[in-house]
Every structure is written in structure tokens, then in C-alpha cells.
């Protein structure tokens, strides 16, 4: 945040964001520090244009028409950790196993295979968790063993994998995909 806050003084009101969910994940949990922090630039977030330009691309996929709409920013805290922001979505299990894998690959790798392989390598080596989820808002606690819980915004996610059906960027709702514990190989039947 602080190299963020250097380079955005005296910025305008709108940014273009080139590059993927990553880059886009990583420039919105920059301007909240800043909003958290009490700085002046962090107000309000400014107006986000994205481009296509990562490996997935999912969030743009996600925008309807590809036009300029008011879209909700989610803020996900887990037990023992910080919070983070999210526009997308958010996983955690074996989907933030292959989110960081996918992120150690060579930039040489293939598109195609920038998701594909790490979602077969991080299934393959995962075991279910037991997980407890209660959310802010009220509702019956979940739990149970469970290989990923997915927390979407847009519809795709993992290279153009979809996660969500119902959801939409600016709802104010958010889907939640939970992956029981299951067989790997009834995973992949799925997949």
C-alpha cells in the first residue's frame, strides 16, 4: 500500500487495469488500505477499466456487455488471518491451492494450461478439510469436510471454469459453492 500511495498522488480518477484477476485483486486491496488507513486517496476506489490481458481473464468475462457498472466489493475474513478484498471471487481449499500454484508457473506456460495443470496436480495431492463458516450477515452455520468453498461474485473463475450461475457483479449477493467431500476421481468426473 504504501508504494501504491507514492505513485497516486495527484492521480486521476480512473485507473485502466492491465493484466487478470491477480492484478486486478491486487490493485483493489491496495486503494482499501488506503481507504482503511484514513489516506485521502483511498475515499472512494476509482473508476476501473480492465483489460483483458492475464492469464484467465475471468472477471472481465464476467462483465456484462463490457460496460461501465457500479460492481461490489466483497470483503472476506478468515478466522486468524487478515482480511482481503475481492471483486471475483474467492476460495479456500484446493481453489487457493490452484490459485497459488498457478501463480509459480513460468510465464513461458500456455494459457491453456496455466489452470488446467495446476487444477489436476493441487486435486491430485489435496485431502478434504473440516471447515466451520458462519457468515456476518446471520444465517445457520455450515460445516463438514470439504475439498473447497468458492465465495463468487462473477461467474467465472480458474481460465473461464464457471463457478456461479446466478450471481452478478453488481447484486449485492454473493454464491457460494461448497465441494464436498467426495472420491478425486468423482471430482474429475465433474470437472
Known amino acids: 500500500?504504501?508504494?501504491?500511495?507514492?505513485?497516486?498522488?495527484?492521480?486521476?480518477?480512473?485507473?485502466?487495469?492491465?493484466?487478470?484477476?491477480?492484478?486486478?485483486?491486487?490493485?483493489?486491496?491496495?486503494?482499501?488500505?488506503?481507504?482503511?488507513?484514513?489516506?485521502?486517496?483511498?475515499?472512494?476506489?476509482?473508476?476501473?477499466?480492465?483489460?483483458?490481458?492475464?492469464?484467465?481473464?475471468?472477471?472481465?468475462?464476467?462483465?456484462?456487455?463490457?460496460?461501465?457498472?457500479?460492481?461490489?466489493?466483497?470483503?472476506?475474513?478468515?478466522?486468524?488471518?487478515?482480511?482481503?478484498?475481492?471483486?471475483?471471487?474467492?476460495s479456500v481449499g484446493v481453489g487457493a491451492k490452484v490459485a497459488a500454484a498457478k501463480e509459480r508457473l513460468p510465464a513461458w506456460m500456455p494459457r491453456a494450461l496455466c489452470y488446467a495443470l495446476p487444477t489436476v496436480t493441487e486435486i491430485w495431492g489435496a485431502r478434504p478439510f473440516r471447515l466451520e463458516m458462519k457468515l456476518a450477515g446471520g444465517g445457520e452455520p455450515m460445516g463438514g469436510r470439504a475439498w473447497a468453498v468458492f465465495f463468487s461474485k462473477g461467474r467465472y473463475a480458474g481460465g473461464g471454469m464457471r463457478f456461479a450461475s446466478e450471481v452478478r457483479l453488481d447484486d449485492g449477493e454473493l454464491e457460494i459453492g461448497w465441494v464436498e467431500d467426495r472420491s478425486v476421481f468423482s471430482i474429475f468426473a465433474v470437472l
Open 1 to 90: 500500500a504504501l508504494r501504491l500511495k507514492e505513485r497516486l498522488q495527484g492521480a486521476p480518477g480512473e485507473w485502466v487495469i492491465i493484466g487478470g484477476d491477480g492484478t486486478l485483486h491486487s490493485v483493489v486491496n491496495g486503494f482499501s488500505a488506503l481507504r482503511e488507513s484514513g489516506d485521502r486517496l483511498g475515499d472512494a476506489l476509482p473508476l476501473i477499466r480492465v483489460a483483458a490481458a492475464g492469464s484467465g481473464s475471468d472477471y472481465f468475462r464476467s462483465l456484462p456487455e463490457k460496460e461501465a457498472i457500479p460492481v461490489d466489493l466483497v470483503r472476506l475474513t478468515l478466522e486468524g488471518s487478515d482480511s482481503r478484498y475481492f471483486l471475483n471471487m474467492a
